[in-house]
């Protein structure tokens, strides 16, 4: 159909004319701002939900978010596996494919050994033919092992890295990192041979890595400055050297492709001497063969639009075609360090690609990339022809400087330029990282190129002026860290966070750091680093008060109070509003450090927060709970002992009731008036008479207060009781003080308040009340009865003093001293002397 001008179509009818636009306005307006991509990993016994806008969130995982016990992949599903992670294919024409070359002794060897169970190391130098030997062995041991091979690369990865690469490798368990002790159970299951290749740790993490996988045999692959295997890993060492001179012949002629020439084979010679045989120095001489073939071709013979065309522009001064002069072989110098001369003889869009892999560590971009990079549509094309010549080569599901090569160029001036395309990759990587369109996995995928070009950028931060966006460090930072913490490559994840943490303070962006020790602290409480957790979440919070900014204060406090539960440091109580939460949080930080809580509760979350004060069941018995235990155990026991005090106070009351008259507390009367007697020179008081039998009030003493002349009680010869009439004793009883000291006076019913300082102890009848009559019955003094002695006195207040009346200097401190508290008087001198 044409767009211009409509008409009917072949299969329905002809749409009509679309209708104008209604305005432009909207089209160029300020576009809505693309939605943050949040993702939600389960880390262990957590829930981690990646917030790349206010900072990670971090929480126990609820019971329906937790993931099933993963399940092993099929053969098939392994094996697709495999060849998504296998480096892409270069664009071009196809490689040529070089047999291995007097290696069967080893292959066969190697097979021997991981068929018997064995873990083997295989170690060589760089260029020695590693990785193809270790591809012809993973073909050959494919049915060895129940969960069959596993390719897996330690090019900068550690023994923690290469476990979980593993897991995943066999396991299905999308967005699942495993806690350590899970970890190592299902890492225990499984049954396969496992090729590692770049391998970069040896010693303790070899051990640690070959413990953890006792099913597993181990082909490890190493370079001879990496740390030899401990005498007790049992790993068998089998060392790579060099070829022949014949094989490194062999190998120039399938890259040339003809039989050598006389001159050729003589310094093909030289080349292996110089050399010592690695098959890498050979492919890159067969490049340079290939490549004076090429320049002895005539201009004609060469497509005018081909990609040699500058080549044979910069090859006009080594020989004229037209004259028949033929390119001379290179030096044997040139020979051994080949990289300066093959990146002579190829593209603009080649050597772009070759300063830009200097600048990143080596590392070379995805062809995806190159064209954005490097400013040539065409630069995907440039990948093929580093291959080709040998300048790179395969790690992993990526491709990097070949061995050497990167010594090689620097030397020739290929890292003139390192800042500026150190920046010009960040700037990319920082807008690809953080497109929605980009998935985490492609993006740990590019982990090493984009954390090379972080480092490149990071020392050049410096402040930016008012009217200047952030720095390109703190972009990239910000957009790399949540791919990587999706992409569960968290070696990646905390590189890009200390980079970014270190560009922000270089930049005196304080709100950036904020976001950078957060996202720390999270990732330090995943991997059970507390002590660090808390002191990077601190760091954080105290950034974010001083900012006074509140969109991640709620993550922040859950994370910190995440950390003091799993430290044993919080009560294990809800949030509480006011006094009790201040109380809750002052109970927490006296409270010493112990075991995990079994419940978990945000005590630092706002009131009426949900998830501030959910309770979460966590894994053992927990410190809180025994502290909050014993607490209240303290309680209970305060309580029963209050309680048995009580109830012995009510008990003696009642019970001394029985000795009522003998109590001389029960013979005061209701209404007494303080004054003072005579003898102590008080106003208005009355001589004292003890009345250690006196009777209740209001009635007469029915027995006798006198023993008579026989000085026995109950005779004959007794006088007779007092009258009913007469009054009761008006003066207190002394008793003696329970050190054995001075007498005290026991109280008497008194009708002062406590603690009021009363003019005298002695307490009297009224003063307008008639004194009691002569024949009011009097108490014997102690001193008169022979029988009356301390230990048989019956009286609860205690025996009976020697005085009628304490004197006034006595008697007040004795007062005041009873008065001072019913606690001590009931303890002392019994219940009935407190009233």
């Known amino acids: 159909m044409d767009p211009i001008t409509p008409g009917p179509e072949e299969h329905g009818q002809a749409l009509g004319r679309r209708p104008p636009r209604e305005s432009l306005t909207s089209d160029f307006g300020q576009s809505a701002p693309a939605i943050a991509r949040t993702s939600q990993v389960v880390s262990g016994g957590f829930l981690l939900t990646v917030n790349p806008v206010d900072g990670s969130e971090i929480e126990p995982c609820p019971p329906h978010q937790r993931p099933e016990r993963p399940r092993k992949r099929t053969p098939a599903e392994r094996a697709e596996a ?4 296998r480096p892409p294919v270069p664009p071009g024409p196809a490689l040529p494919t070089l047999a291995l070359l007097e290696r069967q002794d080893e292959r066969e060897r190697l097979v021997r050994l991981l068929a018997r169970g064995r873990s083997v190391r295989l170690t060589g130098p760089g260029g020695s033919g590693r990785t193809a030997l270790l591809d012809l062995v993973a073909e050959d041991c494919a049915d060895l092992a129940p969960d069959g091979v596993v390719r897996l690369s330690g090019f900068h990865r550690t023994a923690a890295d290469l476990l979980n690469d593993l897991f995943h490798a066999v396991h299905e368990a999308p967005a699942h990192r495993p806690e350590h002790d899970e970890l190592l159970a299902l890492a ?23 413990d953890a996988t006792p099913e597993c045999a181990f082909l490890l692959a190493t370079t001879p400055d990496v740390p030899a295997p401990t005498v007790g890993s049992e790993v068998e060492e089998v060392f790579l050297g060099g070829l022949d001179r014949a094989a490194g012949v062999e190998i120039l002629e399938r890259t040339v492709g003809r039989v050598l020439t006389e001159e050729e084979a003589n310094w093909a010679g030289d080349l292996w001497f110089e ?29 005018e639009y081909g990609v040699f065309e500058d080549v044979l522009t910069r090859a006009g001064d080594e020989f004229d075609a037209e004259d028949g002069d033929q390119p001379a072989l290179p030096s044997l110098g040139e020979a051994a360090a080949p990289a300066p001369l093959l990146a002579s003889r190829l593209s603009a869009s080649a050597r772009a690609t070759l300063r830009l892999a200097v600048a990143l560590d080596g590392e070379v971009p995805h062809q995806a990339h190159l064209p954005a990079l490097v400013g040539d549509t065409h630069a995907d094309a440039a990948l093929g022809e580093l291959a080709g010549c040998g300048l790179v080569s395969a790690v992993g599901p990526r491709y990097r400087l070949a061995a050497g090569v990167r010594a090689q160029l620097e030397a020739a001036g290929y890292d003139a330029d390192v800042p500026a395309e150190g920046r010009t990759a960040a ?19 590019e982990a090493d190129a984009v954390l090379a070009a972080l480092a490149v950028v990071v020392p050049d931060t410096r402040p930016a002026a008012d009217d200047e966006e952030e720095g390109v460090a703190v972009r990239l930072a910000r957009a ?12 990646a994840w905390e590189r890009s966070l200390r980079s970014g943490a270190e560009a922000s303070r270089l930049s005196g962006d304080v709100a950036e750091q904020v976001y950078f020790h957060h996202e720390l602290g999270v990732l330090a409480l995943c991997a059970g680093q507390l002590d660090r957790a808390r002191a990077e979440l601190e760091a954080s919070g105290g950034l974010r008060a001083a900012l006074a900014d509140k969109r991640g204060a709620v993550a922040g406090r859950r994370a910190l109070a995440l950390v003091a539960d799993l430290a044993g440091e919080a009560p294990g109580l809800p949030a509480a509003a006011g006094e009790e939460a201040s109380d809750a949080r002052r109970e927490a930080a006296a409270a010493p450090s112990g075991g995990v809580p079994a419940t978990f509760a945000a005590p630092f979350g706002p009131a009426g927060d949900s998830q501030a004060t959910r309770r979460i069941p966590a894994a053992g018995a927990g410190g809180g709970i025994r502290r909050l235990a014993r607490r209240n155990l303290v309680a209970a026991g305060s309580g029963a002992l209050l309680v048995a005090v009580l109830g012995t106070v009510v008990t003696l009351g009642m019970t001394s009731e029985q000795n009522a008259d003998r109590n001389p507390a029960g013979t005061v009367d209701v209404n007494p008036s303080v004054s003072q007697g005579a003898e102590d020179s008080s106003p208005g008081a009355e001589p004292a008479k003890g009345d250690e039998g006196g009777a209740e009030p209001g009635r007469a003493s029915s027995s006798p207060v006198n023993p008579g002349p026989d000085g026995t009680y109950g005779t004959s010869d007794d006088p007779a009781p007092p009258a009913a009439g007469s009054g009761p004793s008006s003066s207190p009883s002394a008793t003696k003080a329970p050190g054995g000291g001075g007498t005290t006076p026991s109280p008497t019913r008194s009708t002062h308040r406590p603690g009021s300082q009363s003019p005298t102890p002695t307490v009297s009848t009224p003063a307008s009340s008639p004194p009691p009559s002569s024949s009011a019955p009097q108490s014997p ?25 304490a004197s006034s200097g006595t008697a007040a401190s004795s007062g005041t001293a009873a008065s001072s508290g019913a606690a001590g008087a009931a303890v002392a001198g019994g219940p009935d002397s407190v009233v």
């Open 188 to 210: 225990g299951e499984i049954g396969a041979v496992v090729v590692v290749d770049d391998l970069e740790f040896g010693g303790a993490a070899l051990d640690e890595l070959l």
């Open 781 to 805: 003094s102690p001193s008169d009865d022979p029988s009356s002695s301390p230990g048989t006195s019956t009286s609860a207040s205690g025996p009976a003093s020697g005085a009628p009346t």
């Open 480 to 491: 790399a860290a949540p791919a990587f913490a999706a992409g569960l490559h968290w070696t």
């Open 82 to 85: 495999e060849r998504a992670a």
């Open 427 to 445: 700037e990319h990587y920082a807008w690809w990282a953080g497109h929605p369109s980009v998935t985490p996995e492609r993006v740990c995928a």
């Open 275 to 303: 050399s010592e045989g690695l098959p890498l120095r050979f492919v890159q001489a067969g490049a340079l063969l290939r490549q004076r073939d090429q320049l002895r071709a005539s201009a004609g013979a060469v497509d």
